[in-house]
């Protein structure tokens, strides 16, 4: 089931007379499926932002359409189920953790009866239990972040949007954002998420769109877009006493006795590694080398637009 769906979705900004009009989103059309953490990359200006605000209302399409959960995004109700954290998010400074979620509570019409339960399952999911008498002017970068996905959260949205969920966390912060987005994808929700830190949407993403200046250039499964069956592989093998890697068509960095090889896939290496432990040879390691989300985005952005590429 597409949780998200947009078909041909356009925005064009008309500027100065001078300077005409601009394409920020040029026919967008892809689909989030439920249940999957969805990676929407793209340089600066290539029409993330644009996207993001229309699929929250705040602008509207030139052309095209959205939907969510096979609604028309113009219809009203469409809103209650969709979550959404921004990439800076700036919050009143002298409310504390509970009064904010209980600001947000009343904003997205969560019944007065059933608030303060909420607010404590969201508090306690996000741990931020022992925050929630602290001003939100005394909160670190992670500790906003976290309160942040607690609001989107607070009317128990399908989708929820997050834009740079991570940017300027250190490791830890990082690592405590990425497994609260993995809960909230086992609790059912879809996530949509916009990063430039691609090593995290590898890590915790299932299918990506690349955008540059408003047009699709990918859309796929890192599986697919990665070539997982094609990935080089690294082995470490010890060869039995006296022998040498020659003696059993290897070749490689070869030192007391371990050898350290590359293959070419990973069709190659159970046929090799099959025949090499029938003659004695023992297998210490072997490590899979997948290109890289990094080296797929700047080959993509590259190819269509070298100059841009370069510039950044």
Known sequence: MAVLKTENLTKVFRRSWRRGKFTALDNLSIEVHEGEIFGFLGPNGAGK???IKILLRLLSPTAGNAFVLGADLQADPTRFHVGYMPENP??????????????????????????????????????????????????????????????ALMHDPKLVLLDE??????????????????????????????????????????????????????LGSLDDLLGSEKSKVRVQLRVPEQGKPADYGLS???????LRTVFSNTEETNQRLFDLRGKGVQILSVVPERRSLEDLFVETIRATDPKFALET
């Not at 919050?91 to 209980?102: D, I, P, Q, S, V």
């Not at 497994?179 to 995290?200: E, P, V, W």
């Not at 490689?252 to 371990?258: A, E, I, L, S, T």
């Open 49 to 51: 932002t644009t996207t």
């Open 252 to 258: 490689g960095d070869f030192h007391d006795g371990v």
């Open 165 to 218: 969920p991570m940017s300027g966390l250190d490791p830890i912060g990082r690592k405590e954002i990425r497994d609260l987005i993995y809960s909230m994808k086992d609790q059912g929700r879809t996530i949509f998420f916009c990063s430039h830190i691609l090593s995290d949407v590898q890590d915790i993403c299932s299918r990506v769109a690349i955008l540059h200046r408003g047009k699709l250039l990918k």
């Open 90 to 151: 700036y919050f009143y400074r002298f409310l504390t953790g509970e009064e904010f979620l209980k600001f947000y509570a009343r904003l997205n019409r969560v019944p007065s009866k059933d608030r303060q339960r909420r607010i404590d399952h969201l508090l306690e999911m996000v741990g931020m239990t022992h925050a929630r008498h602290v001003p939100l002017k005394e909160y670190s970068k992670g500790m906003t972040q976290r309160i942040g996905l607690a609001q």
